[in-house]
């Protein structure tokens, strides 16, 4: 059965342990005024294989390095003579 949180016009917020079919409850439990069910997060654990946190999609890295990190150039050096030499 579920848990279903009710507020009534005072402020005062309980839970009630109660069958879905079961209609709402019109009198708050503690002063009586009148109470209405309000919406609460649903609680729940993803269990099971395939739900690790390294298992979701990493963020870009930035366009820019980061700190302490230094960009190496390497530059294609061309040899002296434009065309190559026949080999025997």
Known sequence: MPIYEYKC???HIFEVL???????IPHCKYCDGRAHR???PA????KGPGFYVNDYKKKAESAESPPGREEVKVEKKEK????PS???
């Open 86 to 88: 026949p080999t025997p």
């Open 9 to 11: 016009e005072t402020g």
């Open 18 to 24: 109660q069958n879905i079919r079961e209609p709402e």
């Open 38 to 40: 309000i919406l609460s």
């Open 43 to 46: 609680n729940f654990v993803l």
């Open 80 to 83: 002296d003579s434009p065309h």
